[in-house]
């Protein structure tokens, strides 16, 4: 989230898209009825279901799963040409001005300058700003974009490396699925740079600038369009088209929009691009950075956006540091590579916070090595692996069923069941020597050797040795979980964990403390990486979380002392956060983003201040929210260019000029001494400042604006251009397992799925409670569909993918209607996560047994590698 | 249940006033269930449950995301999920929180004929007296909402307390404290009917439904749960709430007319008797006892202590 949960209550509109809050985050959809109760705030829902967020909504529409891009094209076309946009914030605040380098191609085909069909990439070199100073007022002279008609690779680009584009968490280039042991490693020519002066155009009307072109872009998504692509009434899409963009009606600037959003947007082949294209929409219309709007992920499990920021990710480390690569030769090498310098209008600041990423990297290589890190060894940049290819979740997997991933250490997650493909990944762990399992439960995992369809005789022939390791459960640990709104909240010790249960960072140190000793007594081919790795924990045997706490928050290890206010930080103790990180080996940090988490004041995660003066719910003494405490990012942006909030009655932060400086109810996302008529940009991870309409070079591997593409398995063509239906870049994976349907073989009905509140994805199935609520699996299917088969409520019925089957009762509903898209009549069906062959009603053979996942398909988005979980097709008939 | 420190107003087939009448005026309690922002997270079954000690049943799936048809004697708090088609053809999910009414004119009470089996304490809340129940049923015929349940194994009713015991130390309900939303609200009736009414007018002004309301019928007196309902006029497409609730003629005869009949068709058999024995003198060798007893069958002396 940019913003908050509890900020939701500040806002006057909602777009809710691609997430079901009311249902899967109910506490935290309070703030959304707050919102309507106290601000007469309206909720727009648009979903494939009628579901429970659906009831509690102004205006709801029903749309096609996977057509996501389409509507808020439509929007962003609509926002346009109604004027509902925020003049001034989209020419100060985001690279609108900004003017593109010729060459640069929309995708009026499908395909953005530079695509190469043989190895389904992009060279992206077009895809960059013009370098060149204040062209305003040129736009006669100036060559305009067109959408080309040849898919032929523009040549490579040769500017010097002078000038890297910033360290974005997406796009990469870890495409597709390679085979067991390829090797497609980062080419070693140097990567095109953003220009040092952008060219820009503050009029807006030059052909090439960033608003022109998205104006371009989207003038192919007229609500004409968006009806034959997501299947939602023309007027019903205008309906919500106004009300949403209505906050910026005749330019007033006061009133804010958000959107909030889950994995019913990132469960996609172009699931990074659908959130682009809410961000997109969110700076047209000047809503980030302000509170009550934002751009806003609904977390799925209590810590997953703790995971995400402690790099469990293959492509990032703690703190969205990026991992190094084998073209990385040296840490100058890759703080080179990873380090960008600004990029903008000659008269404009940046900030480019990324320059200090240098810091970061030194910082968390002296907290992994210590002593062992240092000048004269690059920091143990030697020591970190580099990442030679995609090992993503699908990828691990895929390798694993082709055999070269041989054992698996499965924690906090239920591996098969998760998916996608389930079957793929049963039949890969088969092939496995050995698998870790450690959960609070036996689970699908760790009996993926029971699954259905596996015969005793087989079972025989199943060689993989399994380890089941009772592990603790959430209140019988303490620690802190992070939540939606980045917060890290301590939470202590419940109950201790029942019989042989251990805690999870007790066995990691166990298998840790004996490779270690293995690489001790035995050596081994590298074995400085292990040996030098530090452990100083209070216990080693039981390293306390209060200690990996303090480690991630890091400390001096020299005598600091800042020369702007004298203020000295002795050695040995905590630092107060990020911004005294240095380069130099004399501060050590975990994760500079949590840095502040655990200062010499103690453990800022426990604190449960009540406090709220401003009443905007910010509650800057309840726990500690990344980073430096601030609970709205980029909220520089909620003022105008001169430093006043936009809204007086929302004020976050403004500029004070008796003191020269940004003070406010909210923690300054921004140089605190930075005068507003210097004009630095708000976006200070950017190199350029601003937000970015426009996604240059190697931020998103399939384009810089989003377009829209179909699901890899989808009942139509693409309306917009047929040639290229799906997404370009994304590659089918292709062992025998990865099968892909279309609807000439039958396949012809859309497939979602999704979870219920009554139950936590795979684990309550093993409690009597959450049973009781939803006690048996279900396929929602259309009245109209179920009239058509001949299926009546609770009729048992199974549904075929390309893949596998799966078989459930059937939840005859209203909620899903038939849809027409473009000119065909599609149905759509839907089926909860929650079920498998391990549970209460499992073990009493109570229900069928099959795992949701054996239906979808193995495909990945190109940024974030999520799997295309929502919007597959399928065949539906009575069991 | 627990009569813990409430007074009573009411006592189901008990001869004479409840004991402590019009000696104190308590607030009267109520539940409001703003059906247009519950979200059907069934978070107050669960804490109804667990707060009175119920485990889980064994439940069907049912075409529904609704846990069970209807309350059980071991589950008297029930979302009730209801598609609805609206009249321009759309669709919309009801989600309305079911349970007792607590009535302020309860029919289970009126139908009762156990003495001290239900009670209405002084602050409207009415309540099961499990020891008192002779299970006969009666109470499920009084009942214009169909909530007493009855449990074969130990022939007794059940129904919602409205958490009774909480409420009498100044705790609200478990369903309230649990809603995530705070689609449930506890309070006074005053300051209930007038939050709800504010919520309806707003729904009313501000989102288009133009018959928003307030469901606090007056058949029955009024209830202890009122609902906010985004069509007042159609509360029977929320799940089968009456629009018009009214205790069931025959209770009310039985209660009302046929009772005073019975009494006063005791008392001039009585009358009758005593005249007989004026004019014929006794037949037995027995005291002239007015014994009239206006009580319905089953009348037992051990009643409600207040």
């Known amino acids: 989230m940019t913003n908050g949960w509890i900020d939701i209550k500040n806002t006057d509109m909602m777009l809710i898209m691609g997430g079901n809050p009311a249902e899967n985050h109910p506490c935290g959809f309070k703030w959304a009825i707050e919102a309507k109760r106290t601000r007469n705030a309206k909720m727009i829902v648009v979903d494939p279901r009628y579901t429970r967020t659906a009831a509690t909504s102004d205006l709801f529409l029903q749309i096609r799963a996977g057509s996501d891009i389409a509507f808020l094209g439509g929007m962003l076309r609509y926002a346009i040409e109604n004027n509902r946009i925020a003049h001034d914030y989209l020419v100060n605040y985001t690279n609108a001005a900004f003017i593109v380098k010729e ?14 069909p043989a190895t389904q990439t992009y ?3 077009t895809w960059n700003y013009q370098e060149g100073g204040d062209l305003s007022g040129e736009a006669a002279t100036a060559a305009p974009v067109s959408g080309h008609s040849s898919a032929s690779p523009l040549p490579a680009h040769t500017q010097p490396a002078t000038n890297q584009s910033g360290p974005g968490l997406t796009g990469q280039g870890y495409q597709g699925a390679s085979g067991a042991g390829a090797k497609t490693a980062e080419p070693a020519k140097p990567a095109p740079t953003l220009p040092s002066n952008t060219a820009y155009d503050l009029t807006l009307q030059h052909p090439r600038c960033v608003f022109q072109l998205l104006k371009q872009q989207y003038s192919r998504y007229t609500p004409e369009m968006v009806e034959r692509i997501t299947g939602i009434p023309k007027d019903q899409f205008l309906k919500a088209a106004d009300l949403f963009t209505s906050v910026r009606k005749d330019g007033d600037m006061k009133q804010v929009g958000t959107i909030l959003y889950a994995v019913g947007w990132t469960q996609h082949s172009f699931g990074t691009q659908i959130i682009r294209a809410a961000a997109i929409l969110q700076l047209l219309l000047g809503n980030i950075g302000r509170a009550g709007g934002g751009i806003n992920a609904l977390r799925g499990h209590s810590n997953i956006q703790g995971a995400t920021d402690m790099g469990g990710v293959f492509d990032i480390w703690p703190g969205y540091l990026k991992t190094p690569s084998p073209a990385d030769v040296d840490l100058a090498t890759y703080l080179k590579r990873t380090t960008p310098t600004s990029s903008k209008p000659a008269p404009w600041e940046s900030f480019n916070y990324w320059s200090n990423m240098p810091k970061f990297t030194v910082s968390y290589l002296k907290a992994m090595y210590g002593d062992a890190a240092t000048k004269e060894n690059d920091f143990g940049f030697h020591y970190m692996p580099k990442v030679d290819r995609n090992y993503s979740w699908t990828q691990i997997w895929d390798n694993m069923y082709r055999g070269s991933v041989k054992g698996m250490l499965a924690f906090g997650m239920n591996g098969v069941a998760i998916g996608p493909d389930s079957q793929k990944n049963i039949d890969a762990l088969k092939k496995a020597d050995w698998l870790v399992v450690g959960e609070i439960y036996p689970d699908e995992t760790s009996e993926f050797w029971k699954s259905p369809g596996i015969t005793a005789e087989e079972m025989k022939t199943i060689n993989t040795t399994v380890y089941r390791l009772a592990c603790a459960g959430f209140a019988e640990k303490d620690g802190s979980m992070t939540n939606s709104a980045r917060w890290l909240q301590w939470k202590n010790v419940a109950i201790p964990p029942p019989g042989e249960a251990r805690l999870d960072q007790d066995i990691v140190a166990q298998i840790f403390l004996r490779v270690r000793d293995l690489y001790q007594k035995e050596g081994g081919k590298y074995p400085d990486p292990i040996l030098n790795l530090t452990w100083a924990y209070t216990n080693a045997q039981h390293p306390a979380l209060g200690d990996l706490a303090k480690e991630l928050n890091g400390n001096a290890l020299a005598d600091l002392t800042d020369p702007k206010t004298q203020v000295t930080i002795k050695r040995g103790q905590q630092l107060p956060g990020f911004a005294w990180l240095k380069d130099d080996g004399t501060t050590s940090c975990g994760n500079w983003l949590y840095s502040g988490c655990w200062t010499e004041a103690g453990n800022q995660l426990a604190r449960r201040g009540t406090d709220d003066p401003s009443g905007q719910g910010i509650y800057q003494n309840w726990a500690w929210s990344w980073p430096a405490n601030r609970r709205v990012m980029y909220n520089r942006a909620s003022c105008d260019s001169s430093g006043k909030p936009w809204d007086a009655t929302r004020k976050q932060v403004w500029w004070n000029e008796s003191t020269q400086l940004w003070v406010g109810n ?32 190697a931020a998103l591997a399939d384009g810089p604006f989003p377009e829209h593409y179909e699901p890899i398995e989808s009942p139509v063509q693409n309306a917009l251009h047929p040639n290229q239906s799906n997404n370009p870049v994304v590659k089918k994976f292709t062992t025998a397992a990865d099968k892909y349907a279309t609807p000439g073989d039958g396949f012809n009905i859309i497939c979602t799925t999704y979870r219920l509140t009554e139950h936590y994805h795979y684990w309550t199935k093993n409690n009597q409670m959450n049973v009781q609520l939803i006690p048996e699996p279900f396929v929602e299917i259309p009245v109209e569909l179920a009239a058509e088969l001949g299926i009546k409520g609770n009729d048992k019925v199974k549904v075929t993918s390309a893949r596998s089957y799966y078989v459930a009762k059937a939840f005859v509903t209203k909620r899903i209607k038939p849809m027409t898209i473009d000119g065909k009549k599609i149905y759509q069906i839907g089926i909860p996560i929650h079920q498998g062959y391990r549970g209460i009603q499992e073990d009493a053979g109570r229900n069928a047994r099959t795992i949701l996942n054996r239906l979808t398909p193995t495909v990945v988005d190109p940024n974030a590698y999520t799997p295309e979980f929502k919007g597959f097709l399928v065949k539906l008939e009575k069991a | 249940m627990s009569q813990a420190t409430l007074g009573i107003r009411r006592i189901s087939g008990h001869a004479g006033p409840a004991p402590g009448e019009d000696v104190e005026r308590a607030e009267q309690v109520c539940k409001l269930i703003d059906t247009t922002t519950c979200i059907g997270c069934k978070a107050c079954e669960v804490a109804c449950l667990e707060w009175n000690g119920y485990t889980f049943t064994d439940t069907v799936f049912d075409n529904s995301y609704q846990t069970m048809p209807e309350t059980a004697w071991n589950y008297w708090n029930l979302i009730k999920f209801n598609e609805h088609e609206r009249e321009d053809g759309s669709i919309t999910l009801l989600m309305r929180k079911d349970q007792c009414m607590h009535c302020a004119d309860p029919g289970c009470l009126a139908a009762c004929p156990a003495d001290g089996a239900i009670v209405q304490y002084t602050n409207g809340i009415v309540d099961f007296q499990q020891a008192n129940c002779i299970g006969c049923g009666y109470c499920v015929t009084g009942c214009p909402f169909d909530i007493p349940k009855f449990n074969p194994a130990t022939k007794k009713m059940f129904k919602c307390t409205l ?32 939050l709800a009414e504010t919520r309806a007018t707003q729904l009313r002004e501000n989102f288009g439904f133009a018959k928003a309301g307030v469901y606090d019928p007056a058949g029955v007196g009024g209830t202890g749960v009122i609902y906010v309902l985004h069509d007042v006029t159609n509360p029977e497409a929320y799940g089968g709430l009456p629009k018009d609730p009214r205790i069931p003629l025959l209770v009310r005869l039985w209660k009302g007319p046929v009772k005073w009949l019975g009494g006063w068709s005791m008392f001039f058999g009585v009358l009758g008797v005593a005249i007989h024995y004026l004019r014929y003198g006794p037949k037995i060798p027995q005291d002239g006892h007015d014994n009239r007893d206006d009580s319905a069958p089953g009348h037992r002396d051990e009643g409600v202590k207040p």
């Open chain 1, 103 to 116: 060459g640069f191609q929309l995708p009026e085909d499908g395909l953005y300058s530079g695509f190469d």
């Open chain 2, 163 to 194: 958490c009774v015991d909480r409420v009498s130390e100044g705790l609200e309900p478990a369903c309230i404290k649990s809603c995530p939303t705070g689609c449930l609200h506890f309070g006074s009736k005053d300051d209930m009917k007038g």
């Open chain 1, 666 to 697: 909210d923690v300054p996302d921004f140089k605190p001494d930075s005068h507003p008529k210097d004009h630095m940009g708000p976006f200070i991870m950017n190199p350029e400042g601003i937000g970015r309409i426009f996604g240059p070079l």
């Open chain 1, 123 to 125: 060279d992206k070199a």
